[in-house]
């Protein structure tokens, strides 16, 4: 069930995910937070400064979907983290692109291996958006990345072929963590709330429904936050 939070401005989410982190990073011996990129940039680098450096050396930052291409290439979800001045403190950072630029079956691989077994051990928090057309992270309507067995998933799309965790793989996080809080957002808000978890093919964050510990920050629908 999606908890629908509903927000004044940008600062009650830093605060929220910040708070998640740490009672996280406190309780556990391994914490993994999952990014994305886009508007949630911004926001990924202020929730960052309020985690204390000695208890993000207990924590792994990924991210949840990358563009493929070459390493930092101007269209990277990593490369622009960086370039917003993201700052890991003694976090261990993990990016899906490789420095040797390896095939996009090979990094596909490669971050298998590093990543799976992380998100096993560890409390997973994860932060998406919410695109126009209904996908999150990089699973696109009527993609691959929604039926597949794979925990994650490579396919061709226009503009970017996406490495993604597929959709399946989202009920092993703990925590999910949706910020949508464009005005351009609001239509697409609205249709996720009035939605159920049937059609995820069209709608891929429908199948959010089906799973616990979700919460959407937005500004038209939920239970007011301080």
């Known amino acids: 069930m999606i908890q629908y939070y509903l927000i004044n401005n940008s600062r009650q989410v830093i605060d929220n995910i910040s708070q998640s982190l740490i009672t996280a990073l406190k309780q556990n011996d391994s914490t993994l937070w999952l990014l994305s990129g886009g508007s949630n940039i911004d926001l990924e680098v202020a929730i960052m ?20 291409g070459r390493f930092n290439h101007p269209d990277s979800n990593f490369f622009q983290l960086l370039q917003a001045n993201f700052q890991a403190k003694k976090a261990r950072l993990i990016s899906i692109l490789d420095p040797n630029n390896l095939s ?13 077994s992380i998100n096993q051990q560890s ?17 696109l309507p009527k993609s691959p990345a929604i039926q597949t067995p794979k ?3 490579a396919y061709n799309s226009q503009p970017f072929t996406r490495i993604t965790f597929n959709l399946t793989s989202f009920k092993s996080f703990d925590q999910i963590n949706l910020v949508a809080l464009d005005d351009s957002k609001e239509t697409i808000i ?13 709608f891929p964050a429908n199948y959010l429904n089906e799973l616990n510990q979700v919460f959407v920050y937005n500004k038209w629908i939920g239970v007011n936050i301080s």
């Open 49 to 68: 400064e309020q985690i204390p450096s000695d208890l993000s050396a207990k924590l792994t930052i990924s991210l949840v979907d990358e563009r493929y």
């Open 190 to 202: 609205k249709q996720l709330h009035q939605s159920n978890s049937n059609d995820i093919n069209n």
């Open 104 to 116: 996009l079956e090979e990094t596909v691989k490669n971050f298998n291996k590093k990543i799976i």
């Open 151 to 153: 925990t994650i998933s």
């Open 123 to 139: 409390t997973t928090i994860v932060q998406i958006g919410l695109g126009l057309d209904g996908h999150i992270a990089g699973i």
